[in-house]
């Protein structure tokens, strides 16, 4: 507006020169001989100066905050209270709701803005202290007029990755933040989330967040969102409900206790869980967030033909269109089926997609979908990520020897054998080792006993699973079945029934990293007791091969087979030369015990495997340095703490904690990251579900791995039918995640069910005949990959949101070493020192950033210093643990994972807490005076700038736009009223560039002369005031234009809005014509395919009803969300740059 106002000024060839719009418009209007029209700022209060009780759009004093009121219920009669509705305006409690009643409110006051700036200020501020104030109501500003700038990667404890901003990109351009985040394992999808999350919440738009996760992940989302953003959020659980309930009441809702909550899907099926939550939400609650992980889970389930609703699929439809904003995240979002496609795309934003509408091309996809593997990523040179080499060892027996050779999948090269150890035989004159000898007791057995059909054929598959595992967790099974067998007891079939009941259901709901090992290991044995129950006695043959494979694995189960001593092989190359069967003799030389840096990871399924091993590597290690510290174990049925405590240790660095080998369970992979100090896993099994082994090779496989290569081996006995088996299942897996992306897990899937019936002389056709269709290839193809075929595309979205970043950068001036000086001016504020430099307690990387100490701080402070302190025991008090001190803190990403240090950023609850008493300065807090003055080098004049703040709000007293707003003067000793020439935009523009060099390192207060400072202290007041009308006509113009891109965009997002409703009503009703034409011939056994068709249907029909209403309604509400609905301008402080030549 103030440019085109210079323009008419010109125009009518009136003078042009200033900057406030009042003063330009009235040249105009004398001009045209309207002398008489008034001219108001904006700022300044209108109406009844006397009203004693507030109108909507007022601000007011309550409580000591400041508060918008956005209701006035007038009383019901006489001498009752008025209602006022309030929203709070304070940074450290922005829409924040509160009720009060007016007249019986201690202390509530209307503010006017006009009454109330710099009051006389009693002495300068220290210009650190100044600098420290300025810089963190700088860090804080937002603005929605701009979609293009980031204030979460600054804010967020994070190493900034180029690929993660793409997601945060994306979802600022939508008028809703519905975004599809599909990156490949391993890439940040819980990241990038945050990242979207965090800016929603500092702009306003989201205040209420439910994540939906897998029961075992739950706890790594919370402590990501924790950590890294500063965000606390509550898991949802029986435990949860209990304690919301003993402290408010048996009737209250669970989910109206909080703002932000993590659910697992289990849990989320059960209607006492999803029914309260359904009615607190409403019919869609405003500001609120849905982020749905594994998003996959929520698509109608494969079917031959038409894919059908889930369970999954109908809580998901019932709780999605309840919150306002949606993130779903998976690697794998297409299987295969058009329709289950588009209704997972309903799901996320249905104004963009409908079920049973094919998406038709990428340009639909891109605005809300993310899609990119690591090759992608790789191929453009992006980003630093390993390759993963999938090795196999292949362990075959010549004269009394175990040899082991290494064959990278993909090649048909392998490495020269290398000798393992001696074989267990059986003895003469079978003369072959024992592994290869029960295999084919076990086959024969299996011909003999095992049922055409029924139950009973399971517990064959388990003795086939779990030989193939050791025969630790074979011979435990097989004793177990051997009691069993045949013996129809009634106490066998109830074992049954509680293996499959529901009550197991609901423990595992609860449980979120699977069953404790004893209690796993026991429903196993009665899943066996029942299974072995349903078949017949063995007899005569039967009865000798039995009791045969129990006493040879007996005798031989805690012996190491040939797996074991290829690790322990690989073990004596990589870690610790010295390891044997046996331990370490005592007289061995100092560097076979000596251990190195190396660490490795070995996954079993079972714990009867896991504990044998353990066992084993305990007794090979014994004699070494440290031998006892080198082994942890990871399993089902840990607690919290636990895990946490073998996670620090394993990712933690190699010199502190001597942990080398981590023996796991499949409890650890999921929700585990243990990629700090380790690229090397080996499967001692095969999981017979495919994709249990890609989530075991997902734990180092992914982002912040520091190693160029990661090595995931498998082991294959080619001598054993089984193994082959299994060398071609591994073989597949590794081309189809190569090939088919998406539609790899629906492929994985397949395998896992041919799988299920164990191995026969059928299972290596099957599996190979296991493929997906061209049809689903070509679904997905064009419906999914397409968005990541065009990679120049993926690189232009990823350098555009680099330049976003650079851009933002320059808006905020953050950086770490302001941070810090800002903590410790804040520290001393709160009656402490400043932060201690120290060296780092052990060797540290070139670039690990420096580390500092907190001094001690009063009693008051011991719950926020809580999230510095290391992780407490499960077993320690609270008071014992308080007593511990806080760790170390950096203002940098570590160079590798560790929890060794606290990443302070601007979300820590400690940052908070510091830097908001500089944020309450003028309203609750009253430390600084807020003037200074600085020795300045670079003019040889005396300048004076003042500084207000400009604040635009919305519906709510959401923050719309946050401006300092600079106003610079010279300063003339003597000239009376006149003393303050403000500057033309050229040379204001290079005192304030000058005066933010200065602060990034101010000078001592000391460095302006005593008698100065006095003179300059005597003036502030006066001053401040005589540049207050300048300051708020510059505001005035700023908050105009900003008031123009928010009307703009708000415009340009309900146009978009209305374009893409007006495609949808097309898209639908192209659909409709052409399903119309169709005759599609249904079989009987696809009773349910037909019924979901002809229900996607009619929701086709009741969609298209519904889309004129919505073109109405909807595109109003996204301009709705960027309505000011209040402008408020508040002084900040005054500066006085006094120039060193004067001393």
Known sequence: ???????????????????????????????????????????????????????????????????????????????????????????????????????????????????????????????????????????????????????????????????????????????????????????????????????????????????????????????????????????????????????????????????????????????????????????????????LDEAHTAAPASASRYAVDSQITQVVRDLAPKLENRLFLSATPHNGHSNSFSALLELLDPQRFTRGVKVTSAAQLRPVMVRRLKSDLRALGIGRYPERRVLQIALEHRDGVWWARYREIGSRDAAPAIRVGTFRPVGEPVGEPVDLHLARLLKEYTELMRPASGRGRLVFVNLQKRLLSSLEAFWRTLKVHAKSAGRRLAAAAAAGEDVDGTDGEDAADEEPYGSDEEEAEALLAARVVAESAAVAAPAGRARALLEEMLDLAGRHRHAPDAKALAILAWLRQHCCPGLAPGGVPREAPAEARRWSDRRVILFTEYADTKRWLMQLLAAAADGTDDGADRILSFHGGMSDEQRDEVQRAFNGPPETHPVRILVATDAAREGVNLQGHCADLFHLDVPWNPARMEQRNGRIDRTLQPAPEVRCHYFVLPQRAEDRVLGVLVDKVERIQRELGSLAAVVLERMAKVMDDGIDPSTGERLAAVEASDRQREVSGAELESTRADRAALRREIERAETILDRSRSAIPLDAERLRAALDVALELAGAGPLRPIESAAPAAGDDPPAFLLPPLPAGWQETLDSLRPPRRRDQPLWEWRQQEPLPVIFKPPARMTEERVHLH???????????????????????????????????????????????????????????????????????????????????????????????????????????????????????????????????????????????????????????????????????????????????????????????????ARRLAAIGREIDEEPRQIEYLYRVALRRFEPVGLVYLWPESRG
């Open 906 to 1100: 601007l979300e820590h609850p400690l940052v908070q807490r510091l830097l908001a008493r500089f944020r309450a300065q003028g309203f609750g807090a009253h430390d600084l005076e807020r003037v200074t003055v600085l020795a300045n080098p670079h003019h040889a004049s005396v300048r004076v700038v003042a500084f207000g703040r400009l604040s635009l709000f919305g519906d709510g007293a959401s923050r719309l736009h946050d401006q300092l707003v600079a106003i610079a003067a010279r300063w003339h000793e003597g000239r009376g009223d006149g003393h303050l020439e403000p500057l033309r935009a050229r040379s204001q523009q290079q005192t304030l560039d000058a005066l933010y060099r200065l602060l990034a390192s101010p000078p001592p207060l000391d460095a302006v002369g005593r008698t100065a400072r006095e003179r300059l202290l005597a003036a502030a007041a006066g001053d401040f005031a005589r540049l207050w009308p300048s300051l708020e006509e510059e505001a005035d113009s700023l908050a105009h234009e900003a008031e123009g891109k928010l009307t703009r965009r708000g415009h340009a997002e309900a146009d978009g809005l209305r374009r893409l409703l007006e495609a949808q009503r097309a898209a639908i009703e192209r659909t409709l014509g052409e399903r119309r034409q169709m005759v599609i011939e249904w079989t009987a056994a696809e009773r349910e395919q037909r019924r979901q068709y002809e229900q996607d249907q009619r929701h086709l």
């Open 1 to 291: 507006m103030r440019d085109e106002l210079k323009a008419a000024c010109r125009a009518h060839e009136l003078p042009a020169d200033g900057r406030a719009r009042p003063l330009l418009a009235g040249r105009l209007l004398r001009a045209a001989g309207l002398e008489d029209v008034e001219l108001r700022s904006t700022f300044r209060a209108g109406g009844d100066a006397t009203r004693q009780v507030p109108a909507v759009g007022d601000v007011v004093a309550v409580r000591r905050r400041q508060y918008l009121v956005t209701e006035v219920v007038t009383p019901p009669g006489p001498r009752q209270a008025t209602r006022v509705e309030l929203a709070c305006l304070d940074d450290d409690a922005q829409g924040e709701r509160l009720s009060v009643l007016w007249e019986l409110e201690l202390g509530a006051r209307m503010v006017r803005p006009e009454r109330h700036g710099l009051s006389e200020p009693l002495r300068l501020d220290e210009p650190r202290t100044f600098a420290a104030y300025l810089h963190t109501l700088a860090w804080h500003a937002v603005t929605a007029t701009d979609a293009a700038r980031f204030q979460s990667p600054f804010r967020a404890g994070i190493k900034i990755l180029s690929h993660q901003l793409t997601p945060l990109a994306k979802a600022l351009e939508l008028p809703r933040a519905n975004l599809f985040i599909a990156d490949d394992v391993g890439l940040g999808k819980t990241i990038e989330a945050g990242l979207v999350l965090q800016e929603l919440v500092l702009r306003q738009r989201v205040s209420y967040t439910i994540v939906v996760c897998p029961a075992a992940i739950a706890l790594q989302w919370q402590s990501e969102m924790a950590r890294r953003f500063g965000l606390r959020f509550e898991i949802m659980s029986r435990a949860f409900v209990a304690r919301m309930r003993q402290a408010r009441g048996f009737r209250v809702n669970p989910w109206t206790t909080y703002h932000r909550f993590i659910v697992s899907y289990p849990l989320l099926r059960r209607p006492e869980y999803r029914e309260p939550l359904l009615s607190h939400l409403g019919q869609r609650r405003k500001k609120s967030l849905l982020i």
